[in-house]
């Protein structure tokens, strides 16, 4: 008889020593807020200021991630991948700058257009 369960039927909470869940759980009255105001202090404030120039102090590492930046990443990762495939299209026609900078200076359709297809000629 197996007498290891995957669900935890009564777990304690380890923050508050409550019954009936885990200290991971948002609902939790001890789960561990960051408190944005907190700011942070001269020395860090310098330390990040040398680490970045021009940028704004980073929040602390630990911070969770609110769901609003899990949507943005989310995007941020769409486009990326999207940015991927579009390279990996041009990619396949190398001499498209090339060609390109040739239409740019081409004088008549006919010219254009052999260029265009010298795009697809490998
Ligand atoms: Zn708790």
Redesign the pocket.
């Given at each position: 008889m197996c007498s290891i369960k995957t669900k935890i039927e009564n777990p304690v909470?380890i923050?508050?020593k409550?019954n009936g869940?885990l200290?991971s759980?948002k609902g939790?009255?001890?789960?561990p807020v960051i408190r944005n105001n907190t700011s942070p202090t001269y020395a860090q404030k310098l330390k990040s200021n040398l680490q970045k120039p021009n940028s704004t102090p980073t929040p602390p590492v630990n911070k969770p991630i609110p769901q609003i930046d899990a949507d943005i990443f989310d995007k941020f990762e769409k486009n990326m991948n999207a940015l991927k495939i579009i390279n990996d299209a041009f990619n396949k026609f190398p001499n498209l700058i090339e060609i390109s900078e040739k239409i740019k200076m081409a004088k008549t359709d006919m010219e254009i257009v052999s260029l265009l297809l010298k795009i697809f000629k490998h």
């Open positions: 909470c923050n508050c409550e869940h200290a759980w939790c009255p001890k789960y």
